[in-house]
T-cell receptor, first 113, second 113 residues
């Protein structure tokens, strides 16, 4: 089945630690996105990539980093500079950069120990 | 820049009653409009979208929405809800060729027996 796979489903981070969230898609989509979801605040865009080896900052990029070395993969690293990382992280993709429709993964819940 | 306002954070309704979830948007350019649904601990899935053409858009699970350009609104409706419609609903807007979507804060629909 085609879709987006996020792993792990739950992740715990210690103080000062970097952690990486995985996102893989087999939809052959060009564009990929990372959103952060906090209760009552909707989705906020962290980073997005419209093509391999290129990505742009979203609205809340500070404390996060990404790479797009392969079309099907868009991992997100939550660095120690992100002081409030506890949230639900959603990865999404769309066919092209015109963003007509987003397909979402099932999310990763990140918590701080 | 674009923004989305979902006017109700929570909407309780009895089973088989009609429901309307309200969404207003702001943008200086033409936009695409979307409604997504999120069930607990899952990603979002598309309910319906407006790209162009008829202002009344029909989606999955019996939902429909009407685009009103003069009032910059895109309200979601269903004539008769089921218990299984209990979920979080997000309105989103994407400027044409912008490459990214902006989401509202969400509306929690709770259907009671």
């Amino acid at each position: 089945d085609g879709g987006i796979t996020q792993s792990p489903k739950y992740l715990f981070r210690k103080e000062g630690q970097n952690v990486t969230l995985s996102c893989e898609q087999n939809l052959n989509h060009d564009a990929m996105y990372w959103y952060r979801q906090d209760p009552g605040q909707g989705l906020r865009l962290i980073y997005y990539s419209q093509i391999v080896n290129d990505f742009q900052k979203g609205d809340i990029a500070e404390g996060y980093s990404v790479s797009r070395e392969k079309k099907e993969s868009f991992p997100l690293t939550v660095t120690s500079a992100q002081k409030n990382p506890t949230a639900f992280y959603l990865c999404a993709s769309s066919m092209d950069g015109r963003n007509e429709k987003l397909f979402f993964g099932s999310g990763t819940q990140l918590s701080v120990l | 820049a674009q923004s989305v306002t979902q006017l109700d954070s929570q909407v309780p309704v009895f089973e088989e009653a009609p429901v309307e979830l309200r969404c207003n948007y702001s943008s200086s350019v033409s936009v695409y409009l979307f409604w997504y649904v999120q069930y607990p601990n899952q990603g979002l899935q598309l309910l319906l979208k407006y790209l162009s053409g008829s202002t009344l858009v029909k989606g999955i699970n019996g939902f429909e929405a009407e685009f009103n350009k003069s009032q910059t609104s895109f309200h979601l409706r269903k004539p008769s809800v089921h218990i299984s419609d209990t979920a979080e609903y997000f309105c989103a807007v994407s400027a044409l060729n912008a490459g990214k979507s902006t989401f509202g804060d969400g509306t929690t629909l709770t259907v009671k027996p």
